[in-house]
């Protein structure tokens, strides 16, 4: 038995599955989860010294890779004042002034400490402000696991294939209405049917929890408009796209104005972070100022600030976010041509720092029910070819892929022909 086996069954002991967030037991591929003792730039390096190329990034906030000097540098300082205070911090207003420059649409912000608790908050602010109890999301897209989010949703649930869980009262699921990504009649007939019950629109400006899928043309635009004509709010979810797919998000690139707007671990440079903000009208409307409740013990906690300000300030640099997307489509362009070189079906997204690989015939994908018609055992073929290659991808066709800007040419090119490799041996 390897190390990483070894410890997997030993986990399974005293953790449920083993691990601390389902999507990281393997379950979408099965076989043994890799236990990771360390990582640095482009790499990671499992319990046996196995090197791998790695395109999940602890799920997107490794943009400039793994342990950056600048970020690491900082976090050693700031650990030698303490660790958290439970008290207001100057680095709090930095990060605020900082997002908000980044992010224009965000005119105030509050700091959460993951995802979850950032839709979550800006959820019950967004019913608290229009006083109406419904949201809509979106099948496939998933925003953390808070009860009202957590039907039809993407990434592990979807991988379960366990979409709406047990544990969540029906009475609260109900105020849950779905709609079909890249399909805007269905969001106007649930506005039809519901026209002053509606709070919000939650949704992810690129899926990255169905794979990657972006927005169709007009689909952002379109949400904006009924949004606006039925008196709900705008809350786009960038915990994963939030300076990802550009300096100011999804929908800066896009160029899409939310009412709110949510971000996860990205601004934590790794640390465990989240934030929402948006028009001051609606946060103002949080305490202490307003009605709505939300707190946190360990919110704006400092050497998560200082982590996330390390990396704010270093994604600032000039030509960063041209360079990580012409990255990523030097990865999705080639993994393309390599499965059409070997006769195997394959699509490609991506946009920004994000890609996805669909193993289908079909060519253009914007719809989640074009994902789960896709080849799993070729993906799980796949998978397991690359890992053994030394190639770290996520162990989900749920998930997105993310390029970092320690991946070099050279690892780019080295993780293409693993993939030449790999599909030559699937070949039918
Ligand atoms: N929203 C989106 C778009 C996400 O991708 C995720 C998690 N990957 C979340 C919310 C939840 O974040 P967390 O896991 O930090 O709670």
């Not at 002053?196 to 169905?210: F, R, T």
């Not at 999705?332 to 946009?351: F, Q, R, S």
């Given at each position: 038995m390897t190390r990483s086996?070894?410890?997997?069954?030993?986990?399974?002991?005293?953790?449920?599955?083993?691990?601390?967030?389902?999507?990281?037991?393997?379950?979408?591929?099965?076989?043994?989860p890799r236990f990771i003792e360390k990582a640095d730039g482009a790499f990671i390096y499992d319990a046996d010294g196995q090197a791998y190329i790695d395109y999940v990034g602890s799920w997107g906030p490794m943009i400039l890779g793994h342990n950056h000097p600048k970020i690491r540098e900082a976090?050693?300082?700031a650990v030698?004042?303490?660790?958290?205070?439970?008290?207001?911090?100057?680095?709090?207003?930095?990060?605020?002034?900082?997002?908000?420059?980044?992010?224009?649409?965000?005119?105030?912000?509050?700091?959460?400490?993951?995802?979850?608790e950032?839709?979550?908050?800006?959820?019950?602010?967004?019913?608290?402000?229009?006083?109406?109890?419904?949201?809509?999301?979106?099948?496939?897209?998933?925003?953390?696991?808070a009860d009202c989010l957590l039907v039809k949703?993407?990434?592990?649930?979807?991988?379960?294939?366990?979409?709406?869980?047990?544990?969540?009262?029906?009475?609260?699921?109900?105020?849950?209405?779905?709609?079909?990504?890249?399909?805007?009649?269905?969001?106007?007939?649930?506005?039809?049917?519901?026209?002053?019950?509606?709070?919000?629109?939650?949704?992810?400006?690129?899926?990255?929890?169905?794979?990657?899928?972006?927005?169709?043309?007009?689909?952002?635009?379109?949400?904006?408009?009924?949004?606006?004509?039925?008196?709900?709010?705008?809350?786009?979810?960038?915990?994963?796209?939030?300076f990802r797919v550009s300096k100011s998000g999804a929908q800066g690139y896009y160029g899409i104005t939310p009412d709110l707007t949510t971000l996860g671990k990205v601004i934590g440079g790794g640390m465990p972070v989240g934030a929402f903000g948006g028009k001051k009208e609606v946060m103002q409307y949080i305490a202490p100022t307003g009605p709505v409740y939300q707190a946190g013990t360990l919110s704006g906690n400092p050497i998560a600030m200082t982590a996330g300000l390390a990396q704010m300030e270093a994604l600032c640099e000039e030509g960063l976010?041209?360079?990580?997307?012409?990255?990523?489509?030097?990865?999705?362009?080639?993994?393309?041509?390599?499965?059409?070189?070997?006769?195997?079906?394959?699509?490609?997204?991506?946009?920004?720092?994000?890609?996805g690989f669909f193993f289908t015939e079909?060519?253009?994908?914007?719809?989640?029910?074009?994902?789960?018609?896709?080849n799993m055992d070729q993906f799980r073929a796949f998978y397991h070819g690359m890992l053994e290659q030394g190639v770290y991808l996520a162990p989900s066709a749920y998930e997105a892929g993310f390029l970092s800007m320690a991946h070099t040419d050279e690892d780019i090119e080295k993780t293409l022909l693993a993939a030449d490799k790999v599909l030559a041996g699937m070949k039918a």
């Open positions: 086996e070894t410890l997997f069954e030993q986990a399974k002991k005293t953790i449920p599955g083993g691990v601390n967030s389902p999507v990281r037991a393997f379950n979408g591929v099965g076989g043994s976090v050693h300082q030698d004042n303490g660790l958290s205070f439970g008290a207001p911090t100057a680095l709090e207003v930095e990060m605020a002034e900082k997002v908000i420059e980044m992010v224009p649409s965000m005119e105030q912000v509050r700091m959460v400490s993951s995802g979850t950032a839709t979550m908050s800006a959820i019950r602010l967004a019913r608290g402000f229009t006083s109406r109890d419904k949201i809509l999301k979106f099948e496939g897209c998933y925003h953390g696991h949703a993407g990434s592990g649930a979807l991988t379960l294939g366990q979409p709406s869980s047990p544990g969540i009262p029906e009475d609260f699921a109900k105020h849950t209405l779905t709609a079909v990504y890249n399909d805007l009649d269905s969001v106007k007939t649930m506005f039809e049917q519901y026209p002053e019950e509606i709070s919000c629109i939650i949704l992810e400006p690129v899926a990255g929890n169905m794979n990657c899928i972006p927005p169709v043309a007009g689909f952002l635009e379109g949400l904006r408009a009924l949004c606006d004509q039925y008196g709900a709010l705008l809350i786009i979810d960038e915990v994963m796209t939030g976010y041209e360079a990580l997307a012409a990255k990523t489509k030097t990865i999705a362009e080639g993994l393309k041509a390599a499965a059409d070189k070997h006769g195997i079906p394959m699509a490609i997204n991506y946009v920004g720092g994000m890609f079909e060519q253009n994908i914007t719809r989640f029910e074009q994902v789960t018609r896709c």
